[in-house]
C-alpha cells in the first residue's frame, strides 16, 4: 500500500481540467451504467457506456427490453465475469466473499415474502403483488423506473437505489433484472417470484472486480483507469 500511494503521489483523474467524480462499484455486470440513470441529471462523458472487455467492443441497446433481457440471462465475456477466489479476496470483504453469484443472480420469493417486503420498505399496502413492470432501464440494463402493480396500489418507483431497497430485505445486488411469475391463479395473482440479475452495485466507473482481474492480468493503474474512465487524464499536480 505504502509503495502505491509513493508511486501514484500527487496523481489526480481529470477530464477537461476538472477533477472527475471517480465513481466505483462492485461489478457493473459486463456493462457500464451512466452517471445520469443513477443520480442528477447531468451527462458526465467518461462515466460511459461501455463493455467491461478490451476485445469485445459491441454493446448492445439494453434500453430494450428484450435487449435486456437476453443479456441479463446470459453470461457474456467480461472481465468482472470470474470466479476466482484469489482475485476477489483481494476485493471483497470476508463476509462478502460468501457470496458465489454475483456477475448473475437469482433471488426467489414466495407472493407472501414480496408483498410483506415491499410493504414494509416503502409503508404503502399494495395488498397482492400481481407484476412488477419495467418501465426504464439504463445502458448497463439496470431499471430506472418500475412499475409495482398490486390488488390495492399500483406505483412507479425509481431510481436504482429506491428499486433495490424496496424489493429486498437489505438491498438487491443491483437493479438490473428480469422478472419470472409463477403459479399464477384465476385472479392473476402469482404464488411466487424470481428475479434474475446482473451486477454488484449501481454498475457506473471502476468496476471494482473488473480492475482486480485486469490487474491480475498485468494491465498497468493507467490502463485501468483509462478503461473505466473513457477520456479522463491522469495529472501530476502536486
Known amino acids: 500500500v505504502k509503495q502505491a500511494i509513493v508511486g501514484t503521489y500527487g496523481e489526480v483523474l481529470t477530464y477537461n481540467g ?3 467524480a471517480a465513481s466505483f462499484s462492485k461489478c457493473c455486470g459486463g ?8 443520480w442528477e441529471k447531468k451527462h458526465l462523458p ?15 441497446n439494453l434500453k430494450r427490453e428484450e435487449d435486456a433481457n437476453k443479456w441479463i440471462r446470459s453470461t457474456p465475456e467480461a472481465f468482472c465475469n470470474t470466479n476466482s477466489k484469489e482475485i476477489l479476496a483481494q476485493v471483497l470483504n470476508n463476509y462478502d466473499q460468501e457470496t458465489k453469484d454475483f456477475y448473475r443472480w437469482k433471488v426467489k420469493y414466495s407472493q407472501e415474502e414480496l408483498s410483506t417486503i415491499i410493504k414494509d420498505k416503502s409503508g404503502i399496502d399494495f395488498g397482492y403483488i400481481i407484476d412488477l413492470i419495467p418501465i426504464e432501464r439504463g445502458t448497463s440494463g439496470r431499471l430506472v423506473r418500475l412499475k409495482i402493480v398490486g390488488t390495492k396500489e399500483t406505483m412507479t418507483i425509481g431510481k436504482e437505489l429506491e428499486i433495490r431497497r424496496i424489493l429486498s430485505p437489505s438491498h438487491l445486488y443491483s437493479s438490473a433484472f428480469v422478472v419470472d411469475k409463477y403459479n399464477i391463479n ?6 411466487s417470484f424470481e428475479l434474475t440479475g446482473a451486477g454488484w452495485g449501481h454498475g457506473v466507473g471502476l468496476c471494482q472486480i473488473g480492475a482486480a482481474v485486469m490487474g491480475a492480468k ?14 479522463a487524464e491522469i495529472e501530476k499536480l502536486y
Open 18 to 20: 476538472e477533477i472527475c
Open 218 to 231: 498485468g494491465y498497468t493503474y493507467n490502463e485501468i483507469l483509462h478503461h473505466y474512465f473513457k477520456g
Open 46 to 60: 467518461y462515466l460511459h457506456k461501455k463493455r467491461d472487455s478490451l476485445s469485445v467492443n459491441w454493446v448492445p
Open 186 to 191: 384465476a385472479d392473476n395473482i402469482p404464488e
Open 31 to 38: 456493462i457500464f451504467e451512466q452517471f445520469e440513470n443513477c
